[in-house]
């Protein structure tokens, strides 16, 4: 078995999937752009106008640091999921050839 395939394999399939769920999330947040930043604790601080590259950046970093540090066993869950099917499909054809 090829193992540097496999990794090549599973580092694309996840990043396309990275890539994909990037642009859903951009999109989303750019049809909900009212024009301001922050207030996520209205309490702490309020909402102060920004420009819609600034609320892009701000909203993805802080969806990138929630699934990160919460969802950490999901994301180490499809990283494992995804290597282990490649393996499977790098077996299946290195049997077949």
């Known amino acids: ?8 394999k599973t580092l694309l399939t996840l990043g396309a999937f990275f890539a994909i769920g990037t642009g859903i999330l951009l999109v989303e947040q750019a049809v909900h752009f009212e024009g301001t930043c ?7 601080v309020g909402a102060t106008p920004c420009t819609l590259p600034q609320y892009l950046w701000q909203s993805l970093g802080f969806t990138c640091i929630l699934l990160f540090v919460v969802f950490w066993p999901l994301l180490l869950f499809a990283i494992l999921v995804s290597f282990a ?6 077996k299946y054809h290195s049997r077949k050839a």
């Open 38 to 44: 922050g207030g996520l604790v209205p309490s702490l």
């Open 85 to 90: 099917i490649s393996v499977l499909i790098e």
């Open 1 to 8: 078995m090829r193992w540097r395939v496999v990794l090549i």
